[in-house]
Structure formats: C-alpha cells, structure tokens
C-alpha cells in the first residue's frame, strides 16, 4: 500500500496540468474500484468554484458545472467553507441535505468531496464518485486522505506557476513569490477617492473574532490616526469597537463566508463608543478576495446629509424645486422634479435619486393644460420683466395628465436689481384636492344620512308606539295585572325592533302575553315586528297553543322575512285555572317570584330562533301559577355572564335576576327593570325589554 501511495504521489507531482491530476486519479491501480468522474475545483475570490480538470465527466456536464456558486446545497461549497472531507451514499438524508445527489457528476453509489489545502489557504475542492458502493473503512478514508495531500500541492505548484507566467516582473524581486494582492492592490487602492482597505480574518477557536488591515490607503489611514489607531496595526475593532462589533463584524464574516458582496448604507459610529471624533454616518461596501474582504467606505460630510434630508423632503411632501438661470437654455431641476414630470407626479415611496437634471422648456411648456396654458405665461413674464412672486395652481397635461400642480416661484436679482434668475418649487396636489373633493362629499352624504336617519327614528318611533299596548289596554285583562317596558338605546340614534303586547282572547280564553326582539336596528326592524305582533294576534285568536304560534310564525318569517331572525316568547294564561303554557324561540326561559320574593326559573324547551330554520317545530310547558305569583319575561344584556368575582360566587347574572324578591319590592316595576338592567349589565347602546305578569 506505501509504495502504490508513493508511485501516485509521484505520477501527481509530475502531472502539468489540472486534467493531468484528475487522469492519475481516475486511472490509478488501487485495490479498490476506480472512480467513475473526478472533477478538480479552484476557489474564486468571491467564494464560487470554477471546474479547472475533470476525468469521466461528459463536456456537456462539464460546461454546466464550469463555475459553481457558493450555494450550501452542494457537497463541494460545503466541504471548501467547513475544511471537512464528505463521504456521501444516496440515502434519504443525504438527498435531503444535497438534492443534487443523483445528478451528473454528482451520480453514483459514493461521493467524496473535499477541500484542497495548502498551509492555511482553500485552494479548491475535489469530487470524486463511483458507481459500486465503496467499503466504508478507516483505512480507506486514511488512504484517500493522504492522496489528497499532493493533490494540493501540485495544484499550490500549478498556481504558482500561472502567476508567475502573467505577471510582469518587478525589479529586484520574484513576481511569482508574491500574493496576487501585492501585485496590483495597492495601486487601486491608492487610487480610489474613499478610504478603502484589504483585511484578513482574525480566527479563534474556528470563529472570526475580528480582521486585521493587511493594507489601507492615505484616506484609510487618516481615519485610522484620528480613531487614535495605528495605522500599521489597525484592526476593525481597534477602529470601530462599537459598530465594527455589532455590524461590520459580522456582514464581513458572511462576506468570507457566502461570497456576495455586501453594501452597508446609513451606518452610525458614535464618537462615546468608537472613538471616532464625531458622530460619522457611513456607507460601506465589501467584497471577497480570496480568503480576504477588501471594503471601500465613505465617511457622508455634512452637506451630504443635508442634501438627503432635502431630498427625502421633497419626497415626503411631493415637491420638486428648479432654478432656472436666464442665460442657460433649461432649468436646472431636483431628482424630485424631474421624477414628477418623467413618471407622471408617481414616487410611489421609492428613493429619490441623486443629482439634478434638466428638463426641455418645450417639455414643460406640454405639460401646462391648455386652458391654464396663457395665465402660466403671463405669470412667468411677470416675474422676470417685472420681479414679481409668482403662484399658481395649475392642471397638468402630458406625462402629468390629470394631475393638478402648485407652482411657486421668486426672482433672484444682480447688483443692479435686474433679474438674472428664478427659483421656485413645484408641488403635486393632486391627492390633497381628491382629499377635499371626498371630504366635501362625504359632508353631503353625512347631512343627508343624518337626515334620513332622523326621519326613520321618527318613523320607527311612531311604529313604536302603535305596537306596544297602553296602561287602559293592559288593565282590562282578566285575572292578571300587567306592567312592561321597552328601553331603546339613545346612543345610536335608533330605534330597535323590541316590543311586548298582551291581549285578551275570546270566550273566556284568557290572555295571550308576548314579547319580542327582532335582531338589528331601525325602520326595517320595526316593521318586522309589527308583522310578527299581528300574526300572533292572529294565530291566538285561532286558539293555538303557544307552541304551534310559534311554529307557525317561524314559517312566515323563514318564507317572507329572509332579512331578520327573531326572538320571541309566547304564553297563554288562564285565569280560572291559574295556568301559564309558554313556549320560547331563542329567548331566557321566564322567572317564577312568589308572594314572600322567592324566584325560580322555570324549566321548559327553549327553541332556536325564529328565521334561523324552516320546519322547525315548537313544543310548550305549562305551569300553574299560585295567588300572588309574578312571572318576568325579559330580553336585552346577557344572563350568564357575572360581573364581578362576586358575582361569579352568587351565581351570575341569572342567579341574580332570579334571587330580585329578596333585595327589592317587586311591586314596583321600575325598581324591577333597573335591577334588571343593572345585575345583566345592559349597556346603554343596548335594548332592553321585559314584562311583568301578577296574579292578584
């Protein structure tokens, strides 16, 4: 085995080019399977790969994978970026981690990718596959490990050897002894006009912890002196200790790691914490050479700053300005201005761009509408004949058709009070006019909401009351005394369709008590309610039980009324029998007070309400009530939410309603529907109705 590694070792040290290598690996006589395609990888400085030898590998394949980005989801990326060789099988987790395996040249039963190292420096990458799975032993991974070692250095050799045949020698020294880097940086670099500088990484403990200057130019090198550093062992740490630490650190570790370039703009280095000798706002740009990140950067003077926040100005309120010099043949325009007119008075939000522009007289003479065309004129002429200010709203025509636009504008006048120039503004105004167009109309169509508002609640008012029954009505039933109420909210300016009705039924047939709520508001509420109340009129005089009432009223609402659901309570009361049959579609069931003020809630079926379901059938329960007895039917707030904790410990609302004889008179009503509404918790844009029955 040592001499079969030694007869390799030398054929690849002999090799004089990148498919000379790939050749002694694909045909080498081991005592395993050769491999079936063998591609040589070199490291770019932007972190890709590009292919330099390959054996096996179809030229198709071959163009394909040329150049490999610096994407994780390929073995090579990986194993170049984590100094670590992978031994690859097809299994499921493997596809999963790379979903190129299976595909040229990444096919077969065994993948082996690797880095190719030389002293410090990733050179490339190595892939080797074969088609027969590969024993998967300790001395097989220790051979090929060891086989790669003069891989890299005969690829380290071949390198060497390329710089040295292209760059031109240097007097007095060996061109092809020198880092790429200390070729031709240092003239570009002293070229730029920003401060710019080359840095390698710092490593501890396999992590980047910072980047020392291998070389900066004078403008770098005056920012390093008055950060108090010394240029010639400045570090990014040692410059910007806050901000280096907590952004340009870590950007520029992902710069050597992924390769794409990064651009930092609106950095702040504060001088308490980076020692610079002011506040500086930074822009910073970083690219990856190599194993290194070259970063350009631009310390933004105070007009610069004042410049962007003019032209974020302009953006925000929409403005343009110009200055027209008489003497030049167009006027000098603000990138606001000049994107108003070429983009039709859209920003949009985006970024104003930087630097003025000129746009044509005859441009901006088009975009005047032609109606406004001779005033404009006429304004301008004034202003220069005459150093008058000129303002003007105007319509635009052109690229800013439909747009309406504000122009200001003042003269500038020489020594001897001639105008020799004028400056001025133009803004858009077009939303701001739609603003009060719309604000204008929606006034209108708020009196007119109001008004016809008001005539509904009138209207819902009188309909109100035409439903509900008079104290002369209620007193003339027989054997029952009746009290009811019905409380519209006054916060919403409406009516709500709440009412209640008793009314006597022929022969002897006792009373028919009701009370109803139909959801939502207003007029058509009203109206639906006033059905409702007839047709049970109606279906009582007919001497129907409560439950078939209902039944029968469910299907006219669900036929005739498919705006509005209702819930509705209907009881029957007998006088010479004291009984009380009821039934209820989505109401509470009604509470029972005897004469010394105990309540019970009494049980019986409560049905869905009225309009949710055809053919829904309504049963009722009877109930025979004692001298004395008040039955409460209410609507309105919600029974079964508590208040408060101590009222979750009594019970909740409910537990409440029904323990009322204990706490107030229930002879007086009043007293009875402010404890209703306030142990329910009814707010005050809420309906509320109840009724009270008494046996004397």
Not at 167 to 172: A, D, I, K
Not at 364 to 373: F, I, Q, R, W
Not at 394 to 418: K, M, Q, S
Request: with cysteine; glycine share 10%; net charge negative.
């Amino acid at each position: 085995m040592q001499s079969q590694h030694q007869l390799l070792s030398a054929r690849i040290a002999a090799a004089r080019s990148y498919d000379e290598i790939c050749d002694v690996l694909g045909t080498a006589p081991t005592a395993w399977a050769a491999p079936t395609a063998v591609l040589l990888t070199l490291l770019d400085p932007d972190g890709a790969q590009r292919g330099a030898g390959t054996f096996g590998i179809p030229g198709e394949v071959r163009t394909q994978w040329s150049r490999i980005p610096p994407d994780r989801g390929l073995p090579l990326v990986v194993a170049a970026q984590d100094l670590e060789t992978l031994w690859l099988a097809p299994e499921p987790e493997a596809r999963r981690r790379f979903p190129v395996l299976g595909q040229p040249p990444f096919g077969g039963e065994t993948l082996l990718a690797s880095p190719l190292i030389s002293g410090e420096r990733v050179l490339g990458g190595i892939l080797m596959t074969w088609t027969e799975g590969l024993p998967d032993t300790d001395e097989l991974r220790r051979y090929v490990a060891a086989l790669l070692e003069p891989v890299a250095r005969q690829v380290d050799t071949l390198i060497r050897d390329e710089i040295a045949s292209a760059w031109f020698h240097v007097e007095g020294e060996e061109s092809g002894q020198a880092a790429p880097a200390q070729v031709w940086l240092p003239t570009v670099v002293d070229a730029l006009h920003d401060p710019a500088a080359l840095l390698s990484a710092v490593h501890e403990d396999g992590q980047v912890v910072d980047f020392r200057v291998e070389y900066a130019n004078g403008l770098a090198r005056q920012i390093f002196s008055g950060a108090r550093v010394d240029p010639d062992e400045a570090t990014l740490l040692a410059a910007y200790p806050a901000l280096g630490s907590a952004t340009l650190l870590p950007e520029f570790a992902r710069v050597l790691q992924d390769g794409q370039p990064r651009r930092l703009d609106g950095l702040r280095a504060d001088p308490r914490t980076d020692g610079v000798p002011g506040p500086q706002t930074l822009s910073v740009h970083a690219v990856r050479l190599w194993d290194r990140v070259f970063a350009v950067w631009r310390v933004a003077t105070e007009a610069d700053l004042l410049y962007d926040q003019l032209l974020q100005a302009e953006r925000i309120a929409g403005i343009g300005s110009f200055c027209w010099e008489l003497r030049d043949p167009e006027p000098r325009c603000s990138p606001e201005l000049v994107a108003l007119f070429h983009r039709g008075g859209q920003s949009g939000g985006r970024e104003p761009a930087r630097g003025a522009g000129r746009i044509p007289v005859a441009e901006l003479t088009a975009s005047v509408h032609p109606d406004d065309l001779l005033a404009v004129q006429d304004a301008v002429r004034r202003t220069i004949v005459e150093g008058k200010q000129l303002l003007a709203e105007i319509r635009g025509a052109g690229r800013v058709n439909g747009r309406r636009l504000r122009l200001t504008a003042e003269p500038i006048h020489d020594d001897t009070g001639n105008v020799t120039a004028v400056r001025g503004t133009v803004q858009d105004v077009t939303e701001e006019r739609a603003i009060e167009a719309r604000l204008r109309r929606a006034e209108e169509a708020l009196a007119a909401q109001r008004h016809r508002l008001a005539d509904e609640r009138r209207a819902a008012e009188a309909l109100q009351k035409a439903l509900l029954p008079t104290d002369p009505e209620l007193g003339h039933l027989e054997g029952v005394e009746i009290c009811g109420r019905c409380r519209s909210p006054e916060r919403v300016g409406t009516i709500d369709g709440d009412w209640f009705d008793a009314t006597p039924v022929g022969n002897g047939g006792g009373s028919i008590l009701v009370l109803g709520d139909v959801d939502e508001r207003g007029l058509s509420s009203m109206t639906t309610a006033a059905r409702l109340r007839y047709a049970v009129r109606a279906y009582a005089m007919l001497d129907m039980a409560p439950g078939d009432i209902l039944t029968a009223v469910n299907t006219m609402l669900c036929q005739m009324e498919t705006e509005h659901t209702a819930c509705l309570i209907v009881a029957r009361y007998t006088p010479t029998t004291r009984t009380l049959q009821w039934a209820a579609a989505g109401q509470v069931a009604p509470i029972r007070y005897a004469a010394d003020g105990r309540g019970e809630v009494l049980s019986g079926p409560l049905g869905l309400p009225l309009g949710e379901v055809d053919q829904m059938r309504y049963t009722d329960t009877a109930v025979t009530l004692a001298p004395g007895d008040r039955v409460l039917f209410y609507t309105g707030g919600n029974a079964s939410i508590p208040r408060s904790r101590a009222d979750r410990r009594r019970g909740g609302g409910l537990e409440l309603v029904r323990r009322a004889g204990e706490t107030i008179d229930m002879a007086d009503f009043d007293a009875v529907v402010n404890h209703l509404m306030t142990v329910l918790n009814v707010p005050e844009d809420e309906d509320v109705c109840a009724m009270l029955v008494h046996v004397p």
